[in-house]
């Protein structure tokens, strides 16, 4: 495929509701979606809410996370139909359970306009010609892969790959993860700069994002907007307002920190 006909990549919206992830279940929350009428319903109401777009998970029969192409497959059609002017990102994240040949065999199957793509998952058992030829493919195919970086030393190795020429050309995708699930490494506004200060080693600046957990997650996502970024929000990381209380659901998590914006 020559470059001309490279098909234009999907932006990251502003506002993506991830509304379920992996690990939580509906005994953590009982708005948390689980089915595909679920999902999809919980995506109409957080695009009232005002998000353009999701980042889905798909569950099994017993409500586990799942990379099963037929469900997503499913899932995409409904969203399309239910709301095609959001974004509609699918995951690979393997929580253990998946291998990097596995994640890429989703993508390549059913070539969405939109995924995330942990690096540190990918390249996991190495850099190799399949996992290049995997990067180079999504970027050939219209697939905008929207990298998961978990740390400035997972921001190094994407830079470092580019540098080396082993990125396809283009704005890169990013998500930059504030914290982690639990309250080992607190999420914070003030560890952003140390992903924003590698940025300037990129000739483009990316189309970067991020998300956040527990209570701070509010006060990540406003520093991220102040300074040029977009937000991931919702009950994968998520289930608690700014003032502790427990959210209704999805919806009204991104209500709360639209309104937030205007009292701080």
């Known amino acids: ?3 001309e006909a490279t098909p234009a990549l999907a932006p990251l919206p502003a506002i993506m509701v991830a509304p379920n992830g992996a690990r939580l279940r509906k005994t953590d929350h009982p708005a948390l979606p689980e089915t595909i009428a679920q999902i999809v319903s919980t995506a109409r109401a957080c695009a009232h809410a005002g998000a353009d777009g999701i980042h889905a998970h798909v569950r099994d029969k017993d409500g586990n996370h799942t990379l099963d192409e037929g469900l997503y497959r499913e899932l995409l059609a409904e969203l399309a139909q239910v709301v095609p002017d959001m974004v509609h990102q ?3 994240e393997a929580v253990g359970r998946y291998t990097p040949i596995e994640q890429r065999r989703l993508v390549l199957a059913l070539r969405p306009r939109s995924v995330s793509v942990s690096l540190a998952e990918m390249t996991s058992q ?3 010609t399949e996992v290049e030829h995997f990067y180079r493919w999504c970027g ?3 697939v905008a892969v929207q990298h998961i970086l978990y740390s400035p030393d997972d921001l190094a190795h994407l830079l470092s790959l580019r540098d080396q020429g082993r990125l396809p050309a283009g704005r890169l995708q990013m998500l930059f993860v504030l914290g982690r699930y639990g309250h080992a490494v607190p999420s914070r506004p003030e560890t952003l700069p140390s992903f924003l200060n590698l940025l300037p080693q990129l000739a483009e600046q990316p189309d970067w994002a991020i998300c956040a957990f527990g209570r701070s997650e509010s006060a990540c996502l406003r520093a991220a907007e102040r300074l040029g970024g977009k937000i991931r ?3 994968e990381n998520n289930t608690l307002h700014e003032d502790g209380t427990l959210a209704r659901d999805n919806a009204e998590r991104i209500e709360h920190f639209i309104a937030s914006r205007d009292t701080t």
């Open 1 to 3: 495929m020559t470059p």
């Open 140 to 142: 050939e195919s219209g």
């Open 90 to 92: 699918i995951t690979t």
């Open 233 to 235: 929000i919702g009950f």
């Open 126 to 128: 190495g850099w190799d």
